[in-house]
């Protein structure tokens, strides 16, 4: 019995080990949030792209408790910091994807991991901030690509809800949320009809279903207006209660011109009639998408429109030119007309924000117009630039330290800081990387 009792006890012990060593290896296995930054640190000898001024060469960076404290060839640097050897790299401000649904979206084929479309038409009040999963195994891939925050959008129906600028690191929604709301995110339904083989949708159901659309649009606002009107008379005296309406609510910051409606159209048509539909709502207008928007440039600079231009990296219409969507972001700054460069929108490809910027370079934009596109007039259009953008004494250490040219594709991100705080590099990219290099060392043993 004491023999029976000895092997059952020592197997027990042997299943308690493997265990633990299968738990070990899983938490370290997975990218872990960081600490808050509690020494000052130093990156000394590097080449500082400070994107808002010049570019040092073997210069400085300074940060302390998540604030750039100095910059500069001959930055000080106080007594106590940790100082890194950053030589023959570069340090640049974190890339920014300026649209995308980071942290709404996971698994496409399950439908649980998506959470990016609400049920309904209008819904404004949907927050993407609150339905972010910070788990999510995206947000360490895009981290390695040098993202470093990210304005994740709500998507579907006419009136989605309101996006919101999110760091890439953090172990709730309220850690990674930077700003909130950024904007009202409108989807501008297609204006033109154009005949699907593949749809039995005849021209006359298409109008149909266009004009309810629109007539949805300008219905909330006329709507959210007059809410906002009967909720600040409420102070006067006679005037009844009334009930607070959460999808009006969230609309009167755009009433009052505090945030702007980005409004997603790629179409001359869509753009036109969002410029002529913004102008008589009175409220700041952003064209997300903006593949024609070439075609209005005119308009775009006299009302001062911003464009946040995605997907740079697609191909045009059959009949366009080849180029068409390459020399997209060229054309715009050559009109003077504001813009940043983004990537497709899927958190899946949001590490490839910078290629996106690169490809512009490639076909006529400047390559400090390029790196701007994704850094400062980024954060300038998303209502950020004050935390993030550029490398400036007061704002946040959201930065990345790189072993060569940004917009260079073979370029690797080796160290990503933001708010001073050093991330965790791994992500299941490397992971599988790793996995599988082993699997072929094994094969040729």
């Not at 092997?7 to 060593?21: D, E």
């Not at 309220?174 to 005849?202: G, H, I, K």
């Not at 290629?355 to 006529?364: D, F, V």
Request: aromatic share 6%; charged share 20%.
């Amino acid at each position: 019995m004491n023999k029976e009792r000895n092997v059952i006890l020592n197997a027990v012990k042997n299943l308690t080990i493997i265990s633990l060593s299968l738990n070990s290896f899983a938490v370290a296995s997975d990218p872990v949030p960081a600490p808050k930054q509690k020494t000052p640190i130093a990156l000394v000898g590097g080449t500082i792209h400070t994107v808002s001024g010049d570019v040092i060469q073997n210069g400085t960076i300074v940060f302390d408790k998540g604030k750039i404290t100095a910059v500069g060839a001959n930055a000080p640097i106080p007594s106590g910091a940790e100082r890194i050897d950053v030589a023959r790299k570069h340090v640049y401000p974190g890339v920014i994807d300026a649209k995308t649904d980071m942290g709404l979206t996971e698994i496409g084929s399950v439908r649980g991991t998506l959470d990016e479309v609400e049920t309904g038409t209008v819904n404004p009040n949907t927050r993407a901030e609150v339905a972010l999963n910070p788990e999510s195994e995206l947000i360490p891939v895009a981290r390695s690509g040098g993202i470093t925050v990210a304005a994740t959008c709500p998507s579907g129906g006419v009136i989605s809800g309101t996006s919101a600028a999110i760091m890439l690191d953090g172990w709730t929604w309220e850690e990674l949320t930077l700003r909130a709301p950024l904007s009202l995110v409108v989807n501008w339904p297609a204006m033109t009809y154009v005949q699907n083989p593949f749809s039995r949708q005849t021209k006359e159901e298409w109008q149909k279903q266009r004009d309810g659309q629109l007539k949805s649009l300008r219905d909330a606002f006329g709507a959210a207006r007059s809410y906002m009107a009967a909720k600040k008379a409420e102070q006067q005296r006679g005037v009844p209660y009334h009930d607070t309406d959460s999808r009006w609510e969230a609309m009167i910051p755009v009433l009052e011109g505090k945030i702007p409606v980005w409004v997603n159209a790629q179409e001359l048509s869509q753009i036109q009639a969002a410029i002529t539909w913004a102008e008589q709502e009175g409220v700041k207008l952003v064209i997300v998408g903006g593949r024609d928007s070439w075609r209005v440039v005119s308009q775009l600079k006299a009302k001062d429109i911003a464009v946040i231009v995605t997907d740079v990296q697609s191909v045009g219409r059959r009949w366009e030119d080849y180029d068409v969507v390459f020399t997209l972001p060229k054309k715009l700054k050559e009109a003077g007309v504001r813009f940043c460069i983004t990537g497709d929108g899927s958190a899946s490809n949001s590490r490839n924000t910078a290629h996106h910027a690169a490809n512009a370079a490639a076909y006529g934009l400047s390559k400090d117009d390029a790196l701007n596109s994704v850094t400062l007039s980024a954060a300038q259009i998303l209502g950020i630039a004050d935390r993030v953008g550029s490398l400036e004494v007061g704002k946040d250490a959201t930065l990345l330290v790189a072993n060569g040219d940004l917009l260079e594709i073979a370029t690797n991100i080796e160290q990503v800081y933001i708010q001073g705080k050093k991330c965790d590099m791994r992500d299941k990219h490397k992971q599988l990387y790793g996995k599988y290099q082993e699997k072929y060392r094994q094969l040729k043993n």
